[in-house]
T-cell receptor
Framework: GDSVTQMEGPVTLSEEAFLTINCTYT??????LFWYVQYPGEGLQLLLK?????DKGSNKGFEATYRKETTSFHLEKGSVQVSDSAVYFCALSTGANSKLTFGKGITLSVRP | DAGITQSPRHKVTETGTPVTLRCHQT?????MYWYRQDPGHGLRLIHYSYGVKDTDKGEVSDGYSVSRSKTEDFLLTLESATSSQTSVYFCAISPGQKAGELFFGEGSRLTVL
């Protein structure tokens, strides 16, 4: 079955540091890939997505590139802010009924 | 903000009692989902619906049932709550045109004692 593996957390960074959060996937067919973010006390919201190989999703300074050869979708940001502190989930969808399969999530804390 | 309302937002109950969580949407979206969020597991799909009276099981459906008698409402029922069902439950909706783009509610925290 489909699955998503995220790097173990939590991650703590200083403000303006570079961020990489690793995500790899296993799926039948050609999935779409997503990063969702959950701020404290809130539900999840879509951060960015990519629907085919070599696509790059980007939003709010975050980027991720769909790498089919390495089945990866790593999230990066060049300079994190305290306001980026949240839980980040990598997810995939194979399109059937728009269901999402999530990774376990990783907590990012950014200190001033 | 997507028009999704979950109720109740917090509930404490005892083992063996029935519990119903409600998800209400004002977007007229076709698809609705119930996920549970647990530390170390991320989000796992319980049940989903692709239309009125059309529902299907997710990966962790045992002990849960759902109903969707109207487009706007999707109910999740625990017939006899157990401590293992202590969790945060999220409802999500999707119009379906863009696969995987879901809008989530704020969650319902359920504690089963």
């Amino acid at each position: 079955g489909d699955s998503v593996t995220q790097m173990e957390g939590p991650v703590t960074l200083s403000e303006e540091a570079f961020l990489t959060i690793n995500c790899t996937y296993t799926a039948t067919g050609y999935p779409s890939l997503f990063w969702y973010v959950q701020y404290p006390g809130e539900g999840l919201q879509l951060l960015l997505k990519a629907t085919k190989a070599d696509d790059k999703g980007s939003n709010k300074g975050f980027e991720a590139t769909y790498r089919k050869e390495t089945t990866s979708f790593h999230l990066e940001k060049g300079s994190v802010q305290v306001s980026d502190s949240a839980v980040y989930f990598c997810a995939l969808s194979t399109g059937a009924n728009s269901k999402l399969t999530f990774g376990k999530g990783i907590t990012l804390s950014v200190r001033p | 903000d997507a028009g999704i309302t979950q109720s109740p937002r917090h509930k404490v109950t005892e083992t063996g009692t029935p519990v119903t969580l409600r998800c209400h949407q004002t977007e007229n979206h076709r698809y609705m989902y119930w996920y549970r969020q647990d530390p170390g597991h991320g989000l796992r799909l319980i049940h989903y619906s692709y239309g009125v009276k059309d529902t299907d099981k997710g990966e962790v459906s045992d002990g849960y049932s759902v109903s969707r008698s109207k487009t706007e409402d999707f109910l999740l029922t625990l017939e006899s709550a157990t401590s293992s069902q202590t969790s945060v439950y999220f409802c999500a909706i999707s119009p379906g045109q863009k696969a995987g783009e879901l809008f989530f509610g704020e969650g319902s925290r359920l504690t089963v004692l």
